[in-house]
Structure formats: structure tokens, C-alpha cells
């Protein structure tokens, strides 16, 4: 167990330090994070509408920040450039995450063109929103899944659990790492300039 918990930490570390330098990004990952928390919360009571709450807004703030305010040029701090970083990303770097939201942007899409997806819904019964929602439900189950179980071949059952643990309990970390983000983005600092730091 101590050994799980100390890959988890690891894994973590990791991710903040390489990925978390931009307080924009910062605070949009605490608005993901506290959303998260409330689709967690639903998930026992309505799980589609949770997953349209998880994608809507956990998801696009989450993967915005990365995509357009993480710095993505050479990494002073880590001495890493940002090609080695996503090299060797645990779980979903910018392009898996690019096939991610290719298939999450495809759902609506495909609900559009084919109403009731081929008899798995009654179109007449369920409406267009709850039929994509529960589309995104089974992406985000899968895409967690996927990844886990391809972290099992390409390194090892201990790696994948812990990733998917990681996953699963981000908001609730995230939300301790970041609740701060906003203030200091208000006082106009774009970087954290204590991402090498451990808190």
C-alpha cells in the first residue's frame, strides 16, 4: 500500500510540475474540478446528466487550459523540453487528448445523423441531449478503461491502477492545489513561480 501511495504522489508531482505552470490554466482546472465534484455527486441519481455536466464543463475547461495557456516551449524549471514531457505523459497527453475530444465533439454529431443510434434509443422516449449524454458517459467509462488497461502492457498493473485512481480522485486534489489560482491570477500573475516547489 505504501508503495501505491508513493506512485500515486509520484504521479501527481509529475503532472502539476510539468503541466500546471500557468495560473489561467490553474484556475480553470479548480472551476473543472468543483464541477467534477458535482457530477460525482450525481452520478448516484442521474448519471446522464452527470456526464453532460463532466464534458460540458469539467472537460472543456480542464483540456482549454492545457491547449491554449500551458506554455508548451522548452521547460526552464524541469529542464525538459515540452516533446520529452509528453513522451513520456503517464496518461492522456495533447494528441490521445486530441482523439479524446475528436470523439467527444462527434457524439452530438452522430445523435444528429442518426436519431436513436440505430435502435439503441427510442427517439420518441429519450431526447436528443439525454441520448448524447449518455454517448459522453460511455466515452468517459471507456476512455478511462482504455487507458488503464493500455497502461497495464505498456508498463505495468501497479502503473495503470494508479493512474486511474490518480484520475478518479484529481478534483478532490485539485481543488486543494488550486483554490488559491484565481487570487493569484487577479493579482496579475500568469505563472506560478513555485511549480518546482512542493507545497
Given at each position: 500500500?505504501?508503495?501505491?501511495?508513493?506512485?500515486?504522489?509520484?504521479?501527481?508531482?509529475?503532472?502539476?510540475?510539468?503541466?500546471?505552470?500557468?495560473?489561467?490554466?490553474?484556475?480553470?482546472?479548480?472551476?473543472?474540478?468543483?464541477?467534477?465534484?458535482?457530477?460525482?455527486?450525481l452520478l448516484w441519481t442521474d448519471p446522464?446528466?452527470?456526464?453532460?455536466?463532466?464534458?460540458?464543463?469539467?472537460?472543456?475547461?480542464?483540456?482549454?487550459?492545457?491547449?491554449?495557456?500551458?506554455?508548451?516551449?522548452?521547460?526552464?524549471?524541469?529542464?525538459?523540453?515540452?516533446?520529452?514531457?509528453?513522451?513520456?505523459?503517464?496518461?492522456?497527453?495533447?494528441?490521445?487528448?486530441?482523439?479524446?475530444?475528436?470523439?467527444?465533439?462527434?457524439?452530438?454529431?452522430?445523435?444528429?445523423?442518426?436519431?436513436?443510434?440505430?435502435?439503441?434509443?427510442?427517439?420518441?422516449?429519450?431526447?436528443?441531449?439525454?441520448?448524447?449524454?449518455?454517448?459522453?458517459?460511455?466515452?468517459?467509462?471507456?476512455?478511462?478503461?482504455?487507458?488503464?488497461?493500455?497502461?497495464?502492457?505498456?508498463?505495468?498493473?501497479?502503473?495503470?491502477?494508479?493512474?486511474?485512481?490518480?484520475?478518479?480522485?484529481?478534483?478532490?486534489?485539485?481543488?486543494?492545489?488550486?483554490?488559491?489560482?484565481?487570487?493569484?491570477?487577479?493579482?496579475?500573475?500568469?505563472?506560478?513561480?513555485?511549480?518546482?516547489?512542493?507545497?
Amino acid at each position: 500500500m505504501n508503495d501505491f501511495l508513493k506512485n500515486l504522489d509520484t504521479q501527481r508531482w509529475d503532472d502539476h510540475r510539468y503541466y500546471h505552470h500557468s495560473r489561467i490554466n490553474q484556475t480553470l482546472h479548480l472551476v473543472s474540478a468543483i464541477s467534477f465534484v458535482v457530477a460525482y455527486a450525481l452520478l448516484w441519481t442521474d448519471p446522464v446528466l452527470a456526464a453532460l455536466i463532466a464534458w460540458l464543463v469539467s472537460m472543456t475547461s480542464r483540456q482549454a487550459g492545457h491547449f491554449f495557456f500551458e506554455p508548451k516551449g522548452y521547460d526552464h524549471v524541469n529542464q525538459a523540453t515540452h516533446e520529452h514531457k509528453e513522451a513520456i505523459k503517464v496518461g492522456y497527453n495533447l494528441r490521445r487528448k486530441v482523439v479524446l475530444m475528436a470523439l467527444w465533439a462527434a457524439a452530438p454529431l452522430l445523435v444528429a445523423i442518426a436519431p436513436g443510434l440505430f435502435g439503441l434509443f427510442d427517439p420518441q422516449q429519450v431526447p436528443y441531449i439525454r441520448q448524447v449524454g449518455t454517448l459522453w458517459l460511455a466515452l468517459g467509462v471507456g476512455g478511462l478503461l482504455f487507458r488503464t488497461v493500455h497502461l497495464f502492457f505498456i508498463a505495468d498493473v501497479k502503473t495503470g491502477l494508479v493512474w486511474m485512481t490518480k484520475v478518479l480522485t484529481d478534483p478532490f486534489h485539485d481543488i486543494l492545489l488550486y483554490h488559491r489560482a484565481p487570487l493569484y491570477l487577479l493579482r496579475g500573475q500568469l505563472i506560478d513561480p513555485g511549480v518546482a516547489r512542493r507545497g
